[in-house]
């Protein structure tokens, strides 16, 4: 049966978690927006007091979307923060309560609609987009429209276009409604989510989370039903379209009587964990997200909770590690990606300072906040940098291309992987 739409009144700021917080201002320090701008309108204790106001029928006004806007939604401030609050659910609300109240010209809505009804639950829209983007690219076009400025007509499409991955002809996660069976006996019985633009930019990432698993014991599953997992939706206020995915994706999985559902993407994982709080005012799926989301495992979390396969070789590399935000904050993992890599013979892990401080990736923040994106990223690099190792180790695909974007304009050539390349690389004969 088909689900129904919640009454807008569920998707703002819940009175009874504004309440949780006293204004101690413990989580300023853990803020990025904070400790960049030192501007308390831009630190969680101010957004929630915006929050507040507005909920007590202050105007939807400009500064506040600003102030909204700027946020990471990196939940930062919920682990500092000691009287849990729950800031993520709160910012998600908030934007989707300015979403709900938001006019665009038609010709942005469309574009906004297509990307975010369209194409990014299509992999076949998007692999075309991706074959679109290499020959853009290949072709010289993308010379000579950055030559000529042209891009600059249309603001921030020149900004976009900039942040586009380099020419690579596209790849694809070609294991849909595939099954890979364990290396050895079976133990395990798992299923694997592609995600969405993870299918077209980190196919190969996939394929090694499919061989890692298994070397350990796992028989892989890819169903075909799946789709993507409503995250950027959620983050951008599209409440209504994120819970169709939702359902979409509880029908396709729910029954196929999975050990564990897997993710190496940590801010898909920390969506698909909590997809039940999507349904707190829909009985039908209230229950049934909250079985599928028990199934939810981070990649990082799966195999560090299982006896590993030891039989890898020497990785002679210095390594530290980047917690994304989703799995340190959203999920609260933080030990399991670093028992991971001491696992693997050879390997020196080096901590960073500040490791949990967020990258500026944030989804597609890097996009839409570009400037103070690229100020964290700075930030970022210069505890990257005085780990002094050669390898940067994270735990989700945006982190990836934002750490790689960081080394490029101020990295020491460092390496940027995920921890199951590094383990996949380990199992792999040389
Ligand atoms: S969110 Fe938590 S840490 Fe921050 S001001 Fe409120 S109660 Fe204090
Ligand atoms: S989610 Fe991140 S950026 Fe937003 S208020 Fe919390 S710590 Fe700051």
Known sequence: ???????????????????????????????PTYRVLGIEMDS??????????????AALSESYREHIGLCLACRGCESACPSGVQYGRLVEAARAELEANTQRHWTAQALRDFVFTDLLPSPFLLRTAATLLW???????QAVVRATGLLGLFGKLAELEKLSPPAQLPTFFAAYGKVFPAEGDRKYKVALLGGCIANVSFARLNEATVRVLQKNACEVHVPADQTCCGALHLHSGIRAEARRL???????????G??????????????????HELFEHEPEYAEKSRQFSEKI?????????????????????????????????????????????????????????????????????????????????????????????????????GCMLQLRAGVEKHGNGQRVAHVVELLDEAYREK
Do not use: W
Not at 135 to 141: A, E, H, P, T
């Open 135 to 141: 020959l853009y690219q290949k072709s010289g076009l």
């Open 246 to 256: 939702a359902r979409r994706n509880i029908d396709a999985l729910a029954k196929g």
């Open 1 to 31: 049966m088909a689900g129904f739409d919640i009454l807008p009144q569920f998707d703002k700021p819940q009175q009874r978690d504004l309440d949780k917080c006293v204004h101690c201002g413990l989580c300023l320090n853990s803020c």
């Open 44 to 57: 969680p204790r101010g957004r929630i007091y915006q929050m507040v106001q507005v909920q007590n029928g």
């Open 297 to 397: 495992k981070d990649i990082n979390e799966f195999l560090a909770s299982i006896p590993l396969n030891p039989a890898m070789r020497q990785l002679p590399l210095t390594v530290t590690y980047q917690d994304s935000c989703h799995l340190a904050h959203g999920q609260k993992i933080r030990a399991a990606p670093r028992k991971l890599l001491q696992a693997i013979p050879g390997l020196q892990f080096k901590e960073m300072p500040l490791s949990d401080l967020c990258c500026g990736s944030a989804g597609i923040y890097n996009v839409l906040q570009t400037e103070l994106s690229m100020q964290i990223l700075e930030r970022k690099m210069e505890l990257a940098n005085s780990a002094a190792t050669q390898v940067i180790a994270t735990a989700n695909t």
């Open 258 to 275: 999975f050990d564990a559902i897997l993710t190496n993407s940590a801010g898909c994982g920390s969506t698909l964990k909590e997809y």
